[in-house]
Each structure stands twice: as structure tokens, then as C-alpha cells.
């Protein structure tokens, strides 16, 4: 049974940083592909980064160039390092990883899912 255990988030104000992490159990972050997507308010889930078995990433549009998505392969933990955050970065996070297929930020290729964690950002 593969599950996603979610820690840090929190609130701070516009510009500032805050780090998340994902510790799976009964999933390697090596054997295959994890990520994290966010879902705001009164939306719809939506992909943030996803990074593969060789450290590939794809990051989607708004976080580019402010979010970093990381492994600790020896620890078996998923982190994304968030710079720069502003009030649209608001949203409830949460860590996922598919059982097969592509490894893409689209919430549909996500097979399991981390209880999520909520970040929100002050003007």
C-alpha cells in the first residue's frame, strides 16, 4: 500500500519562501516519477512539477523560475523549494506519484495522493 506522508507548508507573506515534503512509503522516488500539484479555492486541481527516476523535471507555467522540485534519493523524500510567492501561489498542495504511465503534471496521470498540506500567501 503506497502512501504519501505531506510536512512544512504554511503561511508567509508575498515574496517569502517556504519548503514542502513528501516522505512516500511503499513508493520509491526512484524507481519511477513523483509530484506535487495545488488546488486553490473554488478550482480545479492543477500539475505544479513533476521529476523522474533521472532527476527530470517539468515544472508548469505560473511556478517556473520560482519553484524548485528536488529528490533525497538516499532518504527517500520529495521537497519543492518555493521562491518568491505570491498571493495566486495560495492553494491547498499535494504530493503524487503514479502507478504507470507518463511522467507529466497532469493531475489525471497521478495514481496516488498525499492528504495535502496548505500554503497561503499575504499581500
Known amino acids: 500500500q503506497v502512501r504519501l506522508v505531506q510536512s512544512g507548508g504554511g503561511s508567509v507573506q508575498a515574496g517569502g519562501f517556504l519548503k514542502l515534503s513528501c516522505a512516500p512509503e511503499?513508493?520509491?522516488?526512484?524507481?519511477?516519477?513523483m509530484g506535487w500539484f495545488r488546488q486553490a479555492s473554488g478550482k480545479e486541481r492543477e500539475g505544479v512539477a513533476v521529476?523522474?527516476?533521472?532527476?527530470?523535471?517539468i515544472y508548469t507555467n505560473p511556478v517556473k523560475g520560482r519553484f524548485t522540485i528536488s529528490v533525497d534519493n538516499a532518504q527517500n523524500i520529495l521537497y519543492l523549494e518555493m521562491n518568491n510567492l505570491k498571493p495566486e501561489d495560495t492553494a491547498m498542495y499535494y504530493c503524487a506519484a503514479p502507478a504507470s504511465g507518463p511522467c507529466d503534471p497532469r493531475p489525471e496521470a497521478m495514481d496516488y495522493w498525499g492528504k495535502g498540506t496548505l500554503v497561503t500567501i499575504s499581500t
Open positions: 521529476i523522474d527516476q533521472n532527476g527530470g523535471t
Open positions: 511503499g513508493y520509491s522516488s526512484r524507481n519511477y516519477c
